[in-house]
Structures are given as C-alpha cells and as structure tokens.
C-alpha cells in the first residue's frame, strides 16, 4: 500500500465513522486455494443524505499444487446515512483480470485501475474503475439489499 493510498483511506476513516473493518486486507486459506485482497485505491463523497465511499478491491488468488495467480477486481460502495452510526457494503461482481493459467487471456488493460465516484442521483450512485486505457462503470441502487460484515 503506497503513503497516498494510506493517507486517502485515512481521510476516508476521519469522515465515515466506522468503515475502519471493511477497508482491512483479507486473507483466506481453505482447502489447498489461498487468497490475499487488499483495497487498490478509495474515493469519498457525501450530499445531504449520505456519506459514501468507494474502494477498488484486487484479490490474488493461487492454489497450492500448481498453477500461476489469478488476479481478481471489484468495487465496493460503503454508505452511511448521515446521522447514524452503521455502514453498509454494497459490492459488484469480480472480474477476472489475470488469469490463472493462460496469460492470453489477461485483460492488462484493467490493471493498475483507479476508482472515483462519478454521480450521486437521489439513490443512484455511479462509480467507475478507470485508468488512462480503459474504465468500467457500475451503478449501485442504495435502496439494494446491502451487505453486512
């Protein structure tokens, strides 16, 4: 994780009391398969309703008897109505952007994606992981059944 990154989740922490959890590295092992996730890159914004975050999770993912490391991204959106306390994860689907034994079909254009905040309309929030190569944008409904951890 680069001091930047460190500083952005730090602010980030400072205006959305209690995201502290859902922004720490992660780690798995069941099985013969490992998994590492960490969060890539963060945003922050709020309107009069909301306090919202963003992260661009990437996974790397292996198995223990062979084969190389899958790579894996996704975005999680991370709300806080203002004036209450709880935070609620809405996260999208993994995209596979290295793959785990044919390097023909890595998507390297995906590498290296950034994530910001493109719109927040009424519920309607707008988020797309991007680089000077490529972006994805999703859109999240705030009034999906969110996530808890």
Not at 110 to 127: F, H
């Amino acid at each position: 994780m680069t001091n930047e990154l460190e500083k952005k989740i730090e602010e980030v922490k400072g205006k959305m009391p209690g995201i502290e959890g859902y922004l720490k590295p992660r780690s798995c092992a069941t099985w013969g398969t490992h998994s590492n996730s960490n969060v890539e890159a963060v945003d922050y914004k709020e309107n009069e309703e909301y306090r919202i975050a963003a992260a661009k999770w990437e996974e790397h993912l292996w198995n223990e008897d062979g084969g190389g490391i899958a790579w894996n991204i996704w975005a999680e959106l991370y709300v806080q109505k203002k004036g209450e306390e709880g935070v609620q994860k809405l996260k999208k689907e993994q995209i596979n952007v290295r793959h785990q034994y044919d390097q023909n079909q890595d998507k390297r254009h995906y590498w290296g994606l950034n994530v910001r905040i493109t719109e927040i309309d009424g519920n309607k929030v707008g988020v797309e992981m991007y680089n000077s190569e490529a972006g994805i944008k999703q859109d999240f409904d705030l009034n999906e059944k969110k996530e808890d951890e």
